[in-house]
């Protein structure tokens, strides 16, 4: 009689943790987001996906109509492992806004702005690159614009990126006139880019500072007009 018992609670006691096992992430811990998680915090989109001049020059000039932007929960931080390198270069905290997210035969890569507190006409688009296990690859600046400089770029089905980067020729001296009233008359092509998105990361070198070809990194090929 005691064996009729025993056997049902001994598999009772051996797919409890089974099944709570299925709930956690790769950390074991139910509590904490897993990747999938990370994955829905950015709305879907397909790609080619492009970043124009005009675009991205409206939004210097406060012309676009921008909706109130959505930060990216801390919780899912430990997911852009380059967050901390692109903090070195900014004196104000770095908070990731999420863009887009893609999905190709091989990797999830999602698309996000650092946007700075008192810079909100200022972007800076990054993409972060993942394996289908959720293991990051590479991490790349990929469009945005300053005061000084314009990048647009293009993202394609194989996650190469053709970036076009500027010099913004102001109307008034932007740096004694500020943008309030001002405007771009005029943009400057200063060199175009070929970058492998899976490998290497580039989160703030090729963005702002103009820089001769011969000075841009190993994982971009690029010439000038």
């Known amino acids: 009689m005691k064996s009729i018992f025993l056997i049902p609670v001994f598999l009772f006691v051996c797919l409890v943790p089974m099944n709570a096992n299925n709930s956690m992430n790769n950390n074991g811990n139910p509590d904490e987001p897993t990747f999938q998680d990370f994955l829905a915090q950015f709305p879907k989109a397909s790609l080619p996906y ?14 676009a ?11 899912y931080y430990q997911f852009l492992p380059m967050l901390e390198e692109s903090a070195r270069y900014s004196r104000m905290p770095v908070y990731p806004e999420p863009v887009a997210a893609f999905e190709t035969q091989e990797n999830y890569a999602v698309l996000y702005n650092t946007g700075r507190g008192f810079t909100k006409n200022f972007k800076s688009y990054h993409i972060a690159v993942f394996d289908k296990q959720g293991n ?5 600046f990929v469009a945005g614009v300053n005061t000084t400089t314009l990048t647009a770029s293009t993202i394609d089905e194989t996650l190469h990126a053709k970036v076009q980067a500027y010099q913004l020729n102001w109307a008034k001296d932007v740096q004694e006139n500020g943008t309030e009233g001002n405007s771009i008359i005029s943009l400057t092509p200063a060199g175009k880019q070929s970058v492998n998105l899976t490998v290497g990361n580039a989160v703030e070198q090729l963005s702002w500072a103009y820089k001769p ?3 841009l990194s190993a994982s971009a090929v690029a010439d000038t007009k």
């Open 50 to 63: 492009t970043f124009s001049a005009d675009d991205l020059q409206a939004q210097m000039e406060k012309r």
């Open 65 to 75: 109509a921008a909706p109130k932007a959505k930060r990216l929960a801390w919780e």
């Open 136 to 140: 990051h690859l590479a991490t790349h």
């Open 213 to 215: 070809v011969s000075s």
